[in-house]
């Protein structure tokens, strides 16, 4: 199997910054993308940045020059560098992540997902 554990999160200012990181484990052959996504109070489940193992990055538009995504492969994870944040990005975020790994029938590709941290920002 495989798990995602994240961490970092908590609670913020407005305008302040927080760091998130998901560091992946088990039978691991690859990863491809890793992510991070997040789902504030009412609201659906969002993607907030994607970077894939050739280093190209995604974002949303709501975070592009706040959030900086960043991952090193040797360790399997993935960070997120959260800046002049809002209220609006009050929310769990999740790590996600399309991972390869060993099985006794050979390379399986699975979509993994962390447990949630939660990420508040409140004056």
Known sequence: QVQLVESGG???QPGGSLG???????????I????????????ERELVARIFSGGST???DSVKGRF????????????LEMNSLKVEDTA????NADVTRWTTTG??????WGQ??????SS
Not at 20 to 30: E, K, N, T, V
Not at 107 to 112: F, W
Request: hydrophobic fraction near 30%; charged fraction near 15%.
């Open 10 to 12: 908590g609670l913020v």
């Open 20 to 30: 998130l990181s998901c560091a992946a484990s088990g039978r691991i052959f690859s």
């Open 32 to 43: 491809d993308a890793m992510g991070w996504y997040r789902q504030g109070p009412g609201k």
């Open 58 to 60: 995604n974002y949303a």
């Open 68 to 79: 900086s995504i960043s991952r090193d492969n040797a360790e399997n994870t993935v960070y």
């Open 92 to 95: 769990v975020y999740y790590c």
């Open 107 to 112: 390379p399986t590709t699975g979509d993994y």
């Open 116 to 121: 949630g941290t939660q990420v508040t920002v």
